[in-house]
């Protein structure tokens, strides 16, 4: 019988084509063989995640932007940054990024152990010098000991540093959730409103056409064109750090720039041209604000930019048809249908 469920379900899934729409059940994390897991690495990356020691000042870590408590996420529109700075984009939720190819709205880096290392150097956000981050790391004999234990030597380098933190990051996963537990074979899984959401979801309101897989997420990038924040468009630190992205990413007309080019930045093509990654749904209740510069502070507000057919101009989205209580019941299978177990976490004690 759940074989049967499996398959009828699988078909439902499928908006165009291939398997591109199926919704997976949570499975084990991706690993790659160049960094294997071990409880030793994950709790050395744990520790270094949380220690202030990576940035510059020493007032921010990885948890400042990537709170336990806020879903892995910060809560606000934009991501925290160094004194006198400020950022521009939403920070994304870390929970599922073992799953992800590419990492940040605009894909720029190809793991997560290439990510780990950008913040710490960006100059407006943790603004840190990775050779000085190494040997304020070097002097602390417990990491050297810990990374003795994890690696065969005391050697600190930015490298290693990067590793320990993505073997940690590759357990923040969300796992037992309702959608987990009807694809595996529980009919009764969902609330009657849920179960009426989810209907939509692989249905009328089309959202498997990219959110779909483990992840609910199509690994894709896409020209939505969702507003951008007239506040943002105002503050002359946020211009700042638009021009110097833009800048170091040789776009010429850096500093007429007033809004976010998005993955154009990295490939320069012109179809990219404001397109961001697809943001992962599991526990997308614990995550807001939403979209790439947290324009939206509710799940309404994103269901209506969608139900609407996108931002004006764009050719990705059609307008929905969605009635005022198939909004809401969309809006509960998300909150409910992708909300999972909590999290386990632990401080860990920095040396």
Known sequence: MRVLLWILLAGLCLPTGLLAGKLEPFRDVPVPEQNPQTPAKIELGKKLFFDRRLSGDGTMNCGTCHDPEQGFSDGIDISLNYPTTRNWRNSPTLIGVAFQRSLFHDGRAASLEEQALFPMMSAFEMNQNLDFMEEEIRTVPEYVAEFTKVFGDGDVTRERVAMAIAAFERTLVSRDTPLDRFLSGD???????????????????????????????????????????????????????????????????????????????????????KAFRTPTLREIAKTAPYMHNGIYATLDEVIEFFHAGGGKGNSALNALQLTSLEKEELRIFLEEGLTGAPIAFTPPKIP
């Open 187 to 273: 009919t009764k899984a969902f609330s009657p409103k849920a179960l009426k959401g989810y209907e939509l979801f692989i249905g009328k309101g089309k959202c498997t056409e990219c959110h779909y897989g483990v992840s609910l997420a199509d690994d894709r990038f896409h020209v939505l064109n969702v507003p951008e924040n007239p506040e943002h468009l105002k503050d002359p630190r946020i211009a700042a750090t638009r021009r110097f992205v833009a800048k170091i990413s040789h776009f010429e007309e850096f500093r007429t720039l007033s809004e976010d080019p998005g993955r154009y930045l990295i490939t320069k093509d012109q179809k990219d041209w």
